[in-house]
């Protein structure tokens, strides 16, 4: 289905962090550190370390100072400040960032320079800085996977569709733009994972939202079905595999077993939807989309109708009908 790229250590420059993402970031100390690397999401406010404590100390995140922090270290002598810093620095941690526009102590400055760490400050609160922090490097560092196929907003739910070269997601896509649904990404969508088993999908910024319908050529969606028939985007929650029609293909009828496939580690629910002459691919669409709605808030058609049968087979009654309608 996929084609998993093989995950690299990424990176990111300090000097990247400070002057391309909107975190209201200034250098306290220069240019001092800031061609250290970031190499992943997670944060750390070293309130244990400060204090003595280094034994599970998480030296490779970004250090966080908040008010508490530096409330304490300024409780401290200024010898006692140094040996503190020194203690922490020598663990070599890529960058520290102090919040809510605070001023350092001068023995943190001094001390971050001699071990060649950059001192960032910014005005945001220290839970706003973090969240915007973290949601900045996640995606950054998130597992990634390039996949062949065509991501569309479907009733609020990320339907990905996948299938042979030609055998019509795009013009199944692009006839749910038409329909008021949301484009998302076609012909390659870009996966990746985030916390608690989420998987993002978003298009690459140079085919960002144009289509090629073959016959036709490419069309641009933004400008041809206005700005709502796009979104930037948007979780993978089922994916949707076309695929040509075989008569000993061994199709779902009823659904009571769950089919499930694996994306980045995450299981997500899983639909073969078998091509032939005169299939609404669109309307199956969105029925797959309004079923999974359903199903989140706890309402499962089929098996509900298993149940039915199971009483009705138990208690040995008949389905009566009405023979006529009079409304």
Not at 24 to 47: D, M
Not at 90 to 116: H, S, Y
Not at 266 to 273: G, H, N
Request: aromatic share 6%; hydrophobic share 40%.
């Amino acid at each position: 289905m996929a084609t998993v790229s093989p995950l690299k250590s990424r990176a990111l420059l300090i000097k990247t962090l400070v002057e391309q993402v909107d975190l209201k970031l200034s250098p306290l100390t220069g240019e001092t550190g800031l061609s250290r690397k970031i190499t992943n999401a997670e944060t750390n406010r070293p309130g244990l370390a400060l204090a003595g404590y280094v034994e599970r100390f998480s030296n490779n995140r970004i250090q966080i100072l908040g008010e508490t922090e530096l409330t304490y270290l300024k409780s401290l002598s200024g010898k006692q400040r140094s040996t503190s810093l020194d203690r922490m620095f020598e663990l070599g941690v890529p960058c520290m960032v102090i919040t809510k526009g605070m001023d350092p102590p001068r023995e943190l400055t001094e001390t971050a320079e001699r071990f060649e760490t950059a001192v960032l400050g910014t005005t945001l609160s220290t839970d706003a800085f973090v969240h915007s922090l973290v949601e900045y490097l996640e995606p950054y560092f998130a597992p990634m996977s390039t996949i062949h196929g065509a991501l569309v907003d479907v009733y609020g739910v990320g339907l990905l569709f996948t299938g042979r070269s030609g055998i019509g997601k795009s013009e199944t896509a692009l006839d749910l733009v038409e329909r008021g649904h949301r484009l998302v990404a076609d012909d390659v969508v870009t996966a990746y994972r985030i916390r608690r088993g989420i998987v993002m999908g978003t298009s690459n910024t140079v085919t960002q939202h144009f289509m090629e319908i073959r016959g036709v050529g490419i069309i641009d969606v933004t400008r041809m079905f206005g700005i709502r028939s796009i979104r930037l985007r948007k979780r993978i929650e089922v994916v949707v595999n076309l695929e040509d029609w075989n008569n000993d293909g061994d199709y779902e009828r009823t659904a009571l077993d769950e089919k499930t496939t694996t994306l980045l580690d995450a299981e997500l629910p899983f639909v073969r939807i078998p091509i032939n002459p005169g299939k609404n691919l669109t309307v199956v669409s969105e029925v797959i989309a309004l079923r999974y709605l359903l199903k989140v808030v706890g309402i499962n058609p089929a098996s509900a109708l298993n149940q039915r049968v199971l009483e009705v087979m138990k208690e040995g009654k008949r389905v009566r009908y009405r023979r006529e309608d009079y409304e």
